[in-house]
């Protein structure tokens, strides 16, 4: 549990709508009286800024799993200290597009560097500061790559090295998702992201409701 104020995460494979959802959960918390950061991982910092630019890069090959993973975790310490820890303890909601289950699924799990030891790494990173919900919104990966393909398109822009990946990886960061909601289902809550956009909101306001109860803005 985090220390004061709420802190909430949304995870999921590429395309799953976890832009959308965050802007309508912002909205709700704020209905309900709460003073609200708005985050995401990587990039919410000017550190971060940079190592985003870095681990999205194919420059050189690309970084490697475990340089890539260290960059991650680098971002997430930059962002936990100067971020999303401060925001917390103002007693504010903070609601993160992705954090450490990101490194554990997509590093540690579909890059196999091993879920166990991603957590260990993220536990130092992180120490206290750990989400009181994390939310996966859950889509085939095959619907979710074309959602992303044709939001690209739309900005003029093609896919990143990252979404490019080929569809078996996707597969098993799915997988990995599952998996991940399944080992920690007091803290994990697993939400269709097939459902029409308002019906995936209500879903995720509910969990929000329950876990926030007691806890005033
Ligand atoms: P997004 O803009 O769709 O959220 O993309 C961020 C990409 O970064 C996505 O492909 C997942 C990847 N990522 C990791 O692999 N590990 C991490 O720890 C984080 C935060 C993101």
């Not at 870095?54 to 475990?66: E, I, N, Q, T, Y």
Request: aromatic fraction near 4%.
């Amino acid at each position: 549990m985090s220390r004061g104020g709420l802190f909430i995460t949304l995870e999921g494979g590429e395309g799953v709508g976890k832009s959308t959802q965050l802007r309508m959960l912002v909205r709700r918390l704020e209905g309900a009286g709460w003073k609200v950061e708005a985050t995401r991982e990587p990039g919410a910092t000017a550190l971060g800024k940079r190592i985003s630019d870095m681990v999205r890069s194919a420059a050189g090959g690309g970084p490697v799993d475990k340089a890539e993973l260290l960059l991650y975790l680098a971002d997430r310490a930059q962002h936990v200290a100067r971020v999303i820890q401060p925001a917390l303890a103002k007693g504010m909601a903070v609601v993160c597009d992705r954090f450490a289950d990101s490194s554990e699924v997509y590093q540690g799990r579909a890059r196999g560097l091993g879920a166990e030891q991603v957590r260990r790494l993220n536990q130092w990173v992180c120490g206290e500061t750990w989400p009181d919900l994390t939310l996966v919104l859950d889509l085939d990966p095959q619907t979710g790559l074309q959602r992303a393909l044709e939001r690209q398109d739309s900005l003029g822009l093609g896919l990143d090295r990252l979404e490019s990946e080929d569809l078996e990886f996707h597969r098993r960061v799915r997988k990995g998702f599952l998996d991940q909601a399944a080992a920690e289902p007091e803290r994990v809550t697993l939400v269709n992201a097939g459902l029409p956009p308002d019906e995936v909101a209500a879903k995720i306001w509910a969990q929000v409701e329950l876990v926030s109860e007691g806890r005033r803005p």
